[in-house]
């Protein structure tokens, strides 16, 4: 029983800290929950899928269809992830040291960068949608996308140290490796009873961006931050998307 409570408390941590959905949640285990990040990705798809699912039933274009989806993916997250991508594109390459890119990452105003990324970003998104979703598919690629991305952030929050002393990082914890594996499974059993056959293509190309976000903020900054795992995310399912409109249509 204690066991299945600490499941459910971790799910509702994982959905408290990654969506604005009304779920109340203790956050004293927030490292420890990281292993039901993927399943939050799972919810936020799902709820993205219902909002696709009635628009396209109503008869509305497929490109209509792929930006309410997006856009309900945006709403129910806070946009938190794409914060993210934006602070990180604006901190990386708009500052020439690792003090100064974390400062400007800190800055809650955004540059050029963070606009050019986040235009990219939903950009990419809404067209991959659009020719999945024009192609009569819908659920399984927004959900793969949702929980892989996800899992690539929780690995990118193992591996790498924390690049700063304070933050959402921070307080949320680092993830141990029982917990990294823990959302390994969980996630890889959610991606295999979504799409068996697409399994391990997109948890290897999953593993490939994560590796490359890695390596790219260990180079600028060091380490991970909140906004170094939210754009994580955004790449991870940006790029999984990208590669499900290439094999599936």
């Known amino acids: 029983m204690d066991r299945t409570k600490d499941i459910l408390g971790d799910i509702l941590t994982a959905l408290a800290l990654l969506t604005r959905l009304p779920v109340r949640a203790s956050f004293r285990h927030s490292a420890r929950a990281a292993w039901a990040w993927p399943l939050a990705g799972l919810a936020v798809g799902s709820i993205a899928c219902l909002a696709g699912g009635l628009a396209a039933s109503m008869g509305i274009p497929s490109a209509i269809v792929a930006g309410l989806v997006v856009a309900t993916q945006v709403i129910v997250t806070g946009a938190m992830h794409e914060d993210g991508l934006a602070d990180c594109a604006d901190g990386f390459w708009g500052g020439w040291d690792r003090a100064r890119r974390l400062e400007i990452m800190h800055d809650s105003r955004i540059g050029a960068y963070g606009v050019l990324a986040l235009v990219l970003g939903l950009g990419l998104r809404w067209a991959s949608l659009a020719a999945l979703i024009g192609a009569g598919h819908l659920w399984a690629p927004v959900l793969l996308a949702a929980v892989a991305s996800r899992m690539t952030m929780l690995g990118l929050a193992t591996g790498l140290p924390h690049a700063r002393g304070d933050g959402l990082s921070v307080r949320t ?26 399994l391990v293509m997109v948890v290897v190309w999953g593993a490939i961006l994560g590796v490359l976000c890695a390596a790219i903020a260990r180079s600028k900054i060091g380490g991970q931050t909140g906004d170094v795992l939210g754009a994580t995310q955004q790449i991870g399912e940006v790029g999984i998307l990208i590669l499900l409109s290439a094999t599936l249509i």
């Open 173 to 198: 914890g680092r993830p141990g490796t029982r917990t990294f594996l823990g959302g390994m499974v969980a996630g890889g059993i959610a991606l295999a009873l979504l799409a068996p056959a697409a």
